[in-house]
């Protein structure tokens, strides 16, 4: 089961959650998929359009206008030396006894 909270963020995104098993009571604000909706669901949640006829969703779309996907931040790039100067600095008063 999946329920999605009927008003978008500001951002045109749609809170939703999926939910294993059936609630006994559906929060308010939020409306049911329907299970012959919920593979759409998937595929166009958050940025979908819903198609709602008399507090119940009727269909989900694909959102033309949703904003792109945000790239992940690069790692940092070290140069050699950084990286020798790191691990020198962290191993500094790391001591290694060996054992009778």
Do not use: C, W
């Amino acid at each position: 089961m999946i329920i999605i909270k009927a008003n978008p963020a500001e951002n045109g995104a749609y809170a939703n959650q999926k939910i294993n098993g059936d609630l006994k009571t559906i929060p308010d604000g939020y409306l049911v998929v329907p299970p012959e909706l919920e593979a759409d669901a998937e595929r166009y949640l958050p940025f979908a359009l819903l198609d709602i006829e008399d507090g119940e969703i009727v269909g989900i779309r694909d959102n033309p206008e949703k904003p792109p996907p945000v790239e992940p931040p690069e790692p940092p790039k070290y140069t050699s030396f950084e990286k020798d100067e790191f691990l020198t600095g962290f191993m500094e008063g790391v001591g290694y006894e060996q054992g009778a």
